[in-house]
């Protein structure tokens, strides 16, 4: 159900256009920038929970389209959703929107900016992205800004590391028409009594060290390498 509302949502963007398959381009690189609020650090016996902004920028020469994409936490914040409000639901009743069916799982706020078919005719495709709790996973909830595209991603948590895969239908909407990831920023924060989605329990040489991947994948060319990644310091005391 999902992939066809996703291809009707496009097919007016794609009617027209010509994939074109070109040489290869420069290789991915991305810069990230973070940061953690409040600065003052919780400790372990005592953690603090944050607000949590991040934002990734991938060249635009690349042409690259995203497959997954990897944030590694360090040991001075913790991930979890443990005795948090989650959400259950199917993307399907998601995609009716989380406001209506998991209001209070909602953990913030945010906004993705990709073209579609960037080698042949680009448009852009901007997204409105609502985080939400749910069971293990951080669920991202994509509604397209003046079209009709609607997605959900699931953010597994393992550890420190939150994994999002991108859908086959995000990275290739329609055969044959690719999208190629732009931006991506979003602003995690959410609490519930004591638990909270990202907590501080330390600072270390003052800074949280956050890494960011992303992995890549042929449209229809292999990309100059198949990952790119960065990293950023988010300041704490």
Same mark, same amino acid.
Request: hydrophobic residues 35%; contains cysteine.
């Given at each position: 159900m999902r992939k066809s509302f996703l291809v009707a949502g496009v097919a007016a963007l794609t009617f027209g256009m010509t994939g074109v398959a070109n040489a290869q381009n420069p290789a991915p690189t991305?810069?990230?920038?973070?940061? $953690?609020?409040?600065?003052?650090?919780?400790t372990k016996s005592k953690p603090k929970s944050e607000k949590f902004k991040l934002?990734? !920028?991938?060249?635009?020469?690349?042409?690259?389209?995203?497959?997954?994409?990897?944030?590694? %936490?360090?040991?001075t914040l913790k991930l979890s959703t443990s =005795?948090?409000? !989650?959400?259950?639901?199917s993307d399907d009743e998601i995609v009716t929107g989380p406001s209506k069916v998991c209001k209070s799982s909602?953990?913030?706020s945010g906004e993705a900016n990709a073209v579609l078919n960037p080698f042949g005719t680009p448009?852009?495709?901007? %997204?409105? &992205?609502? @985080?939400? /709790?749910?069971?293990?996973e951080l669920l991202f909830y994509l509604e397209q800004i003046g079209g009709s595209v609607k997605a959900v991603l699931h953010g597994k948590i393992s550890?420190?590391?939150l994994t999002i895969p991108i859908t086959p239908e995000l990275q290739q909407p329609v055969t044959g028409t690719y999208s190629a990831l732009l931006d991506l920023t979003t602003t995690l924060s959410?609490?519930? =009594?004591?638990k909270?989605?990202?907590?501080? &329990?330390?600072?270390?040489?003052?800074?949280?060290?956050?890494? /960011?991947?992303?992995? %890549?994948? @042929?449209?229809?060319?292999?990309? $100059? !390498?198949?990952? $790119?990644? =960065?990293?950023a310091d988010a300041k704490c005391s």
């Open positions: 991305i810069d990230v920038t973070a940061s $953690a609020s409040p600065s003052k650090a919780g934002d990734v !920028q991938n060249d635009p020469l690349s042409k690259a389209t995203a497959s997954k994409i990897t944030v590694t %936490f360090p040991s =005795g948090l409000t !989650q959400c259950t639901k909602i953990a913030g448009a852009p495709l901007k %997204f409105k &992205v609502i @985080p939400v /709790v749910g069971k293990n550890g420190k590391k959410k609490k519930k =009594g004591s909270a989605l990202i907590s501080s &329990v330390g600072c270390k040489s003052k800074k949280h060290s956050i890494g /960011v991947a992303i992995g %890549f994948v @042929p449209n229809p060319n292999p990309p $100059a !390498q198949s990952s $790119a990644s =960065g990293t």
